[in-house]
Structure formats: structure tokens, C-alpha cells
Nanobody, 116 residues
């Protein structure tokens, strides 16, 4: 499964962005999809994940501000980011992982920069 992440950019604190992760294959709808981020000098961290049933989980730092959703008809997962903070600045990556299907694919990353 090839993933294409997009939607990053420069935004002021308090603003919003929506990231998209488009998959190349319809099998995508069977796989949990996660968004990770990596800030300069820091380890990559999990931001949000959505399973094939639509169940979601979020990092404590983004709860109530970010929303992950999926449109299986478009083979796309979205990350709606609201009330952005400078500490949200990072490269954001989407990941599709299934041990059963032997899939572990990463998108190319999209830069999100939040100015104060």
C-alpha cells in the first residue's frame, strides 16, 4: 500500500489545518491508519489512530483539538487539527500497519509549522 500525505503548511497559533493520507489500494479500508509526528531533535510520536471499524485513539497532547476520520470510498484518512499550538510544529507522517496482512507502509511526511 502506497500512502500520499498532504495538507501541511504554515499557520498561526490558534488556526486549523486538515491533513490527508491517500492510499493506493482499496485494501486500505481493512487496515488501521495512524498519524505520527516528529519535531526537530525529538523522537517520532503517535498522534492519532483509527481502526477499520472507525474506533479512534489520540495522544493526550492533542485530545479535544485533533480529529481523525476515514473515508473508505476515497481510500483516505484525514487529520483535522484545530487550535494549533507552536508545539504542534513537526513533520507529520501517516502509517498503515497490519501484522496479519504483512503491511507496514509510511507516507512521505508533510510539514506543519505553527507560528506564535
Amino acid at each position: 500500500v502506497q500512502l500520499q500525505a498532504s495538507g501541511g503548511g504554515l499557520v498561526q497559533a490558534g488556526g486549523s489545518l486538515r491533513l490527508s493520507c491517500a492510499a493506493s489500494r482499496s485494501i486500505f479500508r481493512l487496515i488501521p491508519i495512524a498519524w505520527y509526528r516528529q519535531a526537530p531533535g525529538k523522537q517520532r510520536e503517535l498522534v492519532a489512530v483509527i481502526d477499520n471499524n472507525g474506533n479512534t485513539n489520540y495522544a493526550d497532547s492533542v485530545k479535544s483539538r485533533f480529529n481523525i476520520s476515514r473515508d473508505n470510498g476515497k481510500n483516505t484518512v484525514y487529520l483535522q487539527m484545530n487550535t494549533l499550538k507552536p508545539e504542534d510544529t513537526a513533520v507529520y507522517y501517516c502509517n498503515a500497519r497490519s501484522a496479519i496482512l504483512k503491511i507496514d507502509s509510511w507516507g512521505q511526511g508533510t510539514q506543519v509549522t505553527v507560528s506564535s
